[in-house]
């Protein structure tokens, strides 16, 4: 059942305080991180082939560049896969090295995955990716939990498989009123 009209639903208040944690405690570090997502050394980017074209400046078509990069003729740090493309262990052509920072910050070119990294909505839950070393699960929880209220619990665990991913999610609090928000489910996925 949804909320009433003009009140937030949980979801968007947890993706409120996602975007309003990386604001203000991420996105300041990135200046100065030791290990900058950007340069791909630990995480894959996931780009359509406009993106690739853009970044890698191409202008072949589409394919005749699959066809290059199935001949292994391509740039060696991209994969194609499920109609998109891969790329890993190589830094970003869209990141200055120098300024560190994102050449192509507030376009509309940008991949998704970069603006969500390193805290994301998933479902009904967040991920928090720790790969990112500006954050602080401590900080993060308080920042949920301001976000949602005394009426909810937040909860942490670590993923089995990737242990540096961490579902951050909700149960209602003991003795808490009741209403039409749905209880949280456990775990991600
Ligand atoms: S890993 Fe985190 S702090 Fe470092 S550049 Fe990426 S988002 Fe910024
Ligand atoms: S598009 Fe920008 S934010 Fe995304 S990996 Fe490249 S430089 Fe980093």
């Known amino acids: 059942m949804s909320s009433k009209r003009g009140a937030p639903s949980l979801v968007a208040k947890l993706e409120a305080a996602a975007s309003a944690y990386q604001d203000a405690q991420v996105i300041p570090h990135c200046s100065v991180c030791a290990k900058p997502c950007c340069r791909l050394d630990a995480l894959v980017l996931e780009l359509n082939w406009k993106q690739v074209k853009v970044f890698w400046h191409l202008d072949e078509s589409r394919a005749t560049f699959d066809q290059r990069l199935s001949a292994g003729q391509g740039p060696t740090e991209i994969r194609a896969g499920n109609g998109?493309?891969?790329?890993h262990q190589k830094a970003c052509p869209a990141y200055d090295m120098t300024a560190r920072t994102c050449k192509v910050y507030g376009q509309a070119i940008k991949p998704a995955g970069c603006s969500d990294f390193p805290v994301y909505a998933d479902g009904d839950s967040l991920t928090v990716d720790l790969r990112c070393e500006a954050v602080d699960m401590g900080v993060l929880l308080e920042w949920v939990a301001d976000a949602v209220g005394p009426e909810f619990r937040v909860v942490h665990s670590a993923d089995a498989e990737f242990p540096f991913l961490v579902a951050v999610s909700l149960r209602r609090?003991?003795?808490?009123?009741?209403?039409?928000?749905?209880?949280k489910k456990p775990g991600r996925k």
């Open 84 to 87: 998109l493309y891969y790329a």
């Open 173 to 183: 609090a003991a003795g808490g009123a009741g209403g039409s928000k749905r209880p």
